[in-house]
């Protein structure tokens, strides 16, 4: 990686002071996005009861703070490489932590939707920046020692989170976004003090604007039109705002073919192994994302659990992932992807069909935790394989950037997910406060949901026949850098 800072900057080891205080501070900084991403959803029954608002303003809650990150993270990762990983790390945390005080003291529903835009767009910028500083401070086998460290943290953080939010909304849910300012104001000292400038010398001089403002606003579009279309139904805005949102999509295309510097190099998709391997991320995350943002409150409204208990039902696959996924990783790359994500998806879909047994009166043991595990369980099979094929998949120069339109999908999936499958569901309106009519919505949500990740058993087992990743050693470690594994409330990458 070119670095115009001295090499004794990027020549930090692991086990030094120096060492610990760069890898401390960045795993804190991406644990800021981490930690709201997996207890914003425990808050969401407060909030909606908080505000009186409809589910639709609940989605929003969810799909404003994805939104802004999915469109920003990718000139996020560009804007560190050009001006300064620090300094544009720095900016994401400080905008992060603003937008996280609007959020917690918005006067209304609507307030915290365009605090969570803000939130979203500072998540864009600090979130790359982590671990390309890391991939910048360490040399060799201490830089693979650090991202691994990271990566463990990072699951750690994804662990405490539904504790720390269960608990801190049964208190006020404002404290769920409150408590990013003084750990904010942490790793900004700490980064201030302890974690050395880089930037790449060689970056392209351009920065891809029109693309970020077309993808921006195609997914905006398209996002609210979906998402109104399940209150108002096909009215003409919402058809027209849905066409805006297509023709902006579509430009995108085209200007990524003539730009002189892409977001997302549009020959990557002319490899029609890349493009199902995309089309199978797309079902997966659609999938996790309405999960974890319906069951949460399935268990709150309807089998009357609290935040708390609600928050940390699901920590089983964050604990099955930090175990097996980097045995699966290991295990495809020896037989390939294609059975570990088969059988995965398939066990995924049987864990996620097992929840329709979340009913009223149910009990954890008996209903929940028999599903969450077996859910945990086909997700470590697939999550590894899956991005190692993605970038098996892309030619060598365009692993890293394989690997961020690859996480861009997953989250631009989850985003439209939260947006259609509850209106397809017939989840809408105040259904929310009334457990009969939103535990309907959820079952047929749950049937969706598992038929997406059938879908995607299908396409593994039949368009990965011959793939094989290349072994873990001679993937370039700054390609690894952009796979971290997290939380699954947060859509894990491995």
């Not at 996790?288 to 696959?317: K, Y």
């Amino acid at each position: 990686m070119t670095s115009d800072e001295p090499a004794s900057a990027a020549g930090l080891r692991m086990g030094t002071p120096a060492g610990r205080w760069v890898l401390a501070t960045t795993v804190l900084g991406s644990g800021l996005a981490m930690l709201d991403s997996t207890v914003v959803n425990v808050a969401l029954e407060r909030i909606g009861s908080d505000f009186g608002t409809s589910f639709a303003g609940l989605q929003w809650t969810v799909n404003a703070y994805t939104l802004t990150l999915a469109g920003f993270i990718l000139l996020g990762g560009s804007l560190g490489d050009r001006f300064g990983r620090r300094r544009i790390f720095l900016i994401g945390v400080a905008w992060f932590a603003l937008a996280s005080a609007l959020c917690g003291f918005a006067p209304s529903i609507e307030v915290l939707i365009g605090a969570r835009a803000l939130q979203g767009v500072g998540g864009a910028l600090l979130t790359p920046g982590s671990l390309a500083l890391i991939s910048a401070s360490f040399h060799g086998s201490d830089r693979a020692a650090a991202i691994g460290a990271w990566s463990g943290l990072a699951g750690v953080a994804g662990a405490v989170g539904p504790f720390v939010g269960g608990w801190l909304v049964e208190w006020t849910w404002r404290a769920v976004f409150l408590i990013n300012l003084p750990l904010a104001a942490v790793v900004i000292a700490a980064a201030l003090r302890h974690v050395p400038e880089s930037r790449d010398t060689e970056a392209v001089p351009h920065l891809d604007v029109p693309g970020t403002v077309l993808a921006l606003l195609g997914l905006g579009a398209l996002t609210w039109s979906l998402t109104e279309a399940g209150t108002a139904g096909a009215s003409p805005g919402v058809v027209v705002t849905g066409l805006v949102g297509v023709a902006a999509l579509v430009t995108f295309v085209f200007v990524e073919r003539r730009s002189r510097a892409p977001l997302v190099p549009t020959d990557l998709f002319a490899n029609p192994r890349f493009s199902a391997l995309n089309v199978v991320t797309l079902l997966v995350y659609a999938a996790l994302g309405v999960l974890f943002v319906l069951l949460v409150l399935q268990l709150q409204i309807v089998a009357g659990f609290s935040p708390l208990a609600a928050g940390v039902s699901t920590l089983p696959i964050t604990v099955i992932m930090l175990l097996l996924s980097a045995r699966a990783g290991r295990l495809a790359s020896r037989i390939g992807p294609r059975l570990p994500m088969t059988v995965g998806l398939v066990t995924a879909a049987g864990g996620m069909l097992l929840l329709l047994r979340v009913g009223v009166g149910a009990s954890y043991l008996l209903d929940v935790l028999p599903a969450v595990v077996l859910f945990g369980l086909g997700l470590s099979a697939t999550v590894a394989p899956l991005t190692a094929a993605v970038l098996d998949a892309a030619d060598d120069r365009h692993a890293g950037v394989a690997s961020g339109v690859n996480n861009a999908v997953a989250r631009a999936a989850g985003l439209l997910a939260v947006a259609v499958i509850p209106a397809a569901a017939g989840i809408a309106g105040a259904d929310y406060t009334n457990p009969a009519a939103f535990s309907a919505g959820y079952h047929r949500a749950v049937v969706i949901a598992a038929c997406l990740l059938l879908g995607g058993a299908v396409l593994s087992a039949t368009l990965l026949r011959a793939l094989r990743p290349r072994p873990a050693e001679e993937i370039p470690l700054a390609e690894c850098a952009h796979c971290g594994i997290s939380s699954p409330q947060q859509y894990p990458r491995s």
